[in-house]
């Protein structure tokens, strides 16, 4: 099924537009966040060594006019408690209806150079990526790598070297760069809606019991969300990769040049936890 090149052209134009702003807020709102997380473990460290025990550390900022202090709190407010989760379920429903539209139902899935199948299959080949990328990272975390920074990040690393080999040996070259992206932005999104979430829940109802919120919780929470830190950079990269140089996504050495981007994005995101 071929939709007309018109719709096809406004769907994208406003598909794109929304998308990439609902990333901006997305994205935006972890790494803000996880700067901030970073400026209090510094503060609490410094506490620490010299034996002192501040009841929760605070960050001085100035912003535009104005300056901002911002405390930590191991019990909230419930009367005044935001929640930061639409924002990365809009922009995962609004990249899947560009994916859609723009590959499953625009002909972008097949090269017959590098595989000469229908674009179903092809298609069906990029969803069950998108799947098995979030049962593999999710299993991972969970398993004695986890545990290990480097160990899990050496792990993870092979396994997605692995998977840009798979997706470009399998589907065409721009494909398969939007794939991988759309493969880390499902985890981002799982980790948000099926980790995060829950975990912030349980810690809101223990506040209620009256019980302290379990520390676990917590920390695993904060695990996920420092991973989306790291995937952000390189989602940029593919949702961006329509407009690389033919070279970069056409068939040949074209799997060697998304794993460098991959780690090239790690590292940024290295850098830019720290600004």
Partial sequence: MRIPTYLSEWINL??????????????????????????????????????????GPEVWMVHSGGFYQVLKRKQPSLSRLHWFRWEAALTWLSGMVLLTFVYYLGGGMVDTDVWDVSERTASLVGLGSLAVSWVVYDLLVQSPLGRNERAFAVAAFAL?????????????????????????????????????????????????????????DAARAKLRSKHNTFMAVPVVFTMISNHYPSGATTRGYNWVVLTVLVLVGWVAAKFVRRA
């Fill in 14 to 55: 406003a598909g794109r537009w929304f998308h990439v702003f609902a990333a901006i807020m997305w994205v935006g709102t972890t790494y803000y966040f996880t700067w901030l997380d970073a400026r209090f473990t510094e503060v609490e460290r410094a506490a620490q060594a010299n034996k002192g025990k501040p009841d």
């Fill in 160 to 216: 997605v070297v692995g998977l840009i080999y798979l997706l470009t040996h399998t589907l065409s070259g721009r494909a398969a760069y939007i794939h991988l992206g759309a493969a880390f932005g499902t985890i981002m999104v799982a980790n948000v809606w099926q980790r995060i979430l829950p975990a912030q829940r349980r810690m809101i109802a223990a506040t209620k019991e009256g019980r302290a919120p379990d520390e676990g």
